[in-house]
């Protein structure tokens, strides 16, 4: 089936360290977007990539880094100078900009 | 900065009941307007999406827009307790990342 596969389905951190939270689509679609949720929030946009090698910082960054090495990946990794990471995680993607499809999303913790 | 308002509720409608949603939105050049629906550790889940002025309709669901007063809105008739859930509304420009509200929590009671 096609879809939009995100993971680990949770994860936890510990302080001073990176992790990588995976994104696989098979939607061939161009698009790839990754969104912070905060509890009782709407989404946030952190990074947003519309072609393979190529991606764009959204309204919050810092302290992230992806890659777009690859039409069906988007890897996002949360570095140790994001203070406050814990958060659900949810990657999208979308044939054009609109409209976007969402994975299960990855749910991030601090140990 | 873009903006996407929506009422947090709770929106508390009895079963079979017509629930109405309400957004509204900043940038007056968006083009293209989304309901998502979320349920609670769920992830968003396209329901509607809507790009000319007027309504449209999909089974319970009708969504409407009023450009020249920058405010989209869901209709849900004969609401159920399944649609109880957190409506997104999303919004955005030519070639722009979908901007996001904050969500109305909806609550169908039995």
């Known amino acids: 089936d096609g879809g939009i596969t995100q993971s680990p389905k949770y994860l936890f951190r510990k302080e001073g360290q990176n992790v990588t939270l995976s994104c696989e689509q098979n939607l061939n679609h161009d698009a790839m977007y990754w969104y912070r949720q905060d509890p009782g929030q709407g989404l946030r946009l952190i990074y947003y990539s519309q072609i393979v090698n190529d991606f764009q910082k959204g309204d919050i960054a810092e302290g992230y880094s992806v890659s777009r090495e690859k039409k069906e990946s988007f890897p996002l990794t949360v570095t140790s100078a994001q203070k406050n990471p814990t958060a659900f995680y949810l990657c999208?993607?979308?044939?054009?900009?609109?409209?976007?499809?969402f994975g299960d999303g990855t749910r991030l913790s601090i140990l | 900065q873009k903006e996407v308002e929506q009422n947090s509720g709770p929106l508390s409608v009895p079963e079979g009941a017509i629930a109405s949603l309400n957004c509204t939105y900043s940038d007056r050049v968006s083009q293209s307007f989304f309901w998502y629906r979320q349920y609670s550790g769920k992830s968003p889940e396209l329901i509607m999406s809507i790009y000319s002025n007027g309504d449209k309709e999909d089974g319970r669901f009708t969504a409407q827009l009023n450009k020249a007063s920058q405010y989209v809105s869901l209709l849900i008739r004969d609401s159920q307790p399944s649609d109880s859930a957190t409506y997104l509304c999303a919004v955005n420009g030519r070639n722009t990342p979908l901007v996001f509200g904050k969500g109305t929590r909806l609550s169908v009671i039995a």
């Open positions: 999208a993607s979308s044939p054009g900009v609109q409209p976007q499809h």
